[in-house]
Antibody, heavy 121, light 113 residues
Framework: QLQLRESGPGLVKPSETLSLTCTVS??????????WGWIRQPPGKGLEWIAT???????YYNPSLKSRVTISVDTSMNQFSLKLDSVTAADTAVYYC?????????????WGQGTLVTVSS | DIVMTQSPDSLAVSLGERATINCKSS????????????LAWYQQKPGQPPKLLIY???TRESGVPDRFSGSGSGTDFTLTLSSLQAEDVAVYYC?????????FGQGTKLEIK
């Protein structure tokens, strides 16, 4: 069955760039039927949608983060990635990758287990 | 942004009893062209990612027990658990995917009384 797995550094210094990759297995990221997204959750807090991409590179961003965020897709590796620039302690969170049930205007039906990223010097 | 407000923040229900969680959006998430409400419900247990329960406000995801049901339209929505089981203890979130950014409610913590 479809599985998503986040990978990347667990510790990032303030002002640096957070880079995460989501590897999709058990299915192709190149399916036009699905879009792929990143969501984060600060410790003990709620969920915040960050960005979404299609396999062809249609992208959607949370306006509150748009100036610092880039989402991209690598169909050859069956992966999609997140970069968040100029991080601060407020960016400390569990970062999840997930699949939309369909296009961008749909719920998130498959999630990775999440990876905790701490911003600290 | 569309603000999603859930009530209550926490809820304690006896096993076998009904649990009701409400979600209100700051603007309608009903798309008139297809008459669909762009609203989902998720369940999150400690240390786990969210799990999709309901989409289009009332369509149950495959494999979700039928004791979970969603209702509502426009700006007011409800998630109902008809008979609480021990494994239903979790935090529940509503989410709108009508407008950008997609936004979540603050969560409702469901516990056993």
């Amino acid at each position: 069955q479809l599985q998503l797995r986040e990978s990347g550094p667990g510790l990032v210094k303030p002002s640096e760039t957070l880079s995460l990759t989501c590897t999709v297995s058990g299915g192709s990221i190149s399916s036009s039927s699905y879009y792929w997204g990143w969501i984060r959750q600060p410790p003990g807090k709620g969920l915040e949608w960050i960005a979404t991409t299609s396999y062809s590179g249609n992208t959607y961003y949370n306006p509150s983060l748009k100036s610092r965020v880039t989402i991209s897709v690598d169909t050859s590796m069956n992966q999609f990635s997140l970069k968040l620039d100029s991080v601060t302690a407020a960016d400390t969170a569990v970062y999840y990758c997930a699949r939309h049930r369909g296009n961008y205007y749909d719920g998130l039906d498959q999630w990775g287990q999440g990876t905790l990223v701490t911003v600290s010097s | 942004d569309i603000v999603m407000t859930q009530s209550p923040d926490s809820l304690a229900v006896s096993l076998g009893e009904r649990a009701t969680i409400n979600c209100k959006s700051s603007q309608s998430v009903l798309y008139s062209s297809n008459n669909k409400n762009y609203l989902a419900w998720y369940q999150q247990k400690p240390g786990q990612p969210p799990k999709l329960l309901i989409y289009w406000a009332s369509t149950r995801e495959s494999g979700v027990p039928d004791r979970f049901s969603g209702s509502g339209s426009g700006t007011d929505f409800t998630l109902t658990l008809s008979s609480l089981q021990a494994e239903d203890v979790a935090v529940y979130y509503c989410q709108q995917y009508f407008g950008t950014p997609h936004t979540f409610g603050q969560g409702t913590k469901l516990e056993i009384k």
